[in-house]
């Protein structure tokens, strides 16, 4: 019986995805869940899901649920990590403060200033439960959904001892798009993909064994096509290659898109989306909780995370295929050793088996670079308390820099931080102005 623990298990409508799709494989329904969360009413909620679902698939599978993490992750096999630090208040703030200034976000959860305090709020966190994993479960594997993923992964793979990685949807998700917009099967779709999270990018794309891209520009010609994905194929055209994440995400990456209304407009970029999402995802929240409690049956459905198959792959030691979030340990050639990168990845009994890539295309590398600066600062400014890095990983990110002044841009960040101080690591003072 493996010992699966999840940290975050609140987020019930994830937490149901990813134990419908263990129990959906014969080898795991005797799986042992074991839960954590710091919100006891979402606990206990996710707990009596866990339950129903046993009910419904899982054959000698149990669940447990505590609110002592350390207690939940003892004799772990597997972890997975779906914490939000500060949930939507915090959400709301990074959204709010740099509106003030004039700056527009879309998903602020990756990159941008609000990805940037995501990330300050949720590295300390997560390298607290690493370090709980170092004494009660060291050999488990760590699988990450949260955001910002880049920053969490290179900070856990550059102080810990965890073995872990990243999980993502985005290529899953995109594969299935351009099969869309090419009208041929999913399963006839031929990838390789490399990069970093949210911006890896499709470096080949076939059907028995012939380029579809081609097919993908022409395809970008349908008026219909091309104003489902307007800022991916817009930077296809100017990059050659198609990227992984969707465009309102692309859009905040880059300076091209959020600096101005008539860009705004012209590119349908949905502005404050994630604060509709976030607010969705508590209704959503709400209305499981009261099915729960009337004990209705719980929906469950596989889905495409890789997080059920990979536990399948080591309990089983079927080999399988799925991109993960690594430490760059010379996968990808010209992008930083220390970058945290997107690659392909096998795994099996062995674990995860990242794959070498050689170098991107050098456009790509750059592209990817200008993501890699501020990722890397901020999680320096994590692990070193220098609070100049949090400034300057402001100042280097492709939007903010577009949009505001440096002096605008320090006052900002002073206020961010002043605003997040109670969820936020102790930093030195710096030498900012």
Known sequence: MAKVTIIGAGSVVFANRLISDILSYSELKSTFFSLTDIDPVRLATAQKMTESLIQQGGEGARVEATLDRKEALKDSDYVINLIQVGMHEATVTDFEIPKKYGLKQTIADTLGVGGIFRALRTIPVVLEICRDMEEVCPNALLLNYTNPMAMIMHAIQKSTSIKSVGLCHSVQNTTEEIASYLNIPLEEVEIKVAGINHMAWFLELKRNGEDLYPLLWEAMDDEEIYKKDKVRFEMMKRLNYFITESSEHMSEYTPYFIKRDGLIKEFDIPIDEYIRRSEENLKHFQASKEKIERNEQIETETSHEYGAPIIHAVETGNTIE????????????????????????????????????????????????????????????????????????????????????????????????????????????????
Request: charged fraction near 15%; charge should be negative; hydrophobic fraction near 40%.
């Open 322 to 433: 799925i991109w993960g979030n690594v430490i760059n340990s010379n996968l990808i050639t010209n992008l930083p050793t220390d970058a945290c990168v997107e690659v392909p990845c096998l795994v099996n009994k062995r674990g995860i088996q990242p794959t070498h890539i050689g170098d991107l295309p050098p456009q790509l590398a750059a592209m990817n670079l200008t993501n890699i600066n501020v990722q890397k600062l901020t999680v320096e400014a994590v692990l070193t308390g220098n609070v100049d890095y949090v400034y300057q990983a402001v100042m280097l990110d492709p939007h903010t820099s577009s949009v505001l002044s440096l002096a605008e841009i320090w006052d900002m960040t002073d206020e961010l931080l002043e605003a997040h101080k109670d969820l936020l690591p102790p930093f030195e003072k710096g030498r900012n102005l």
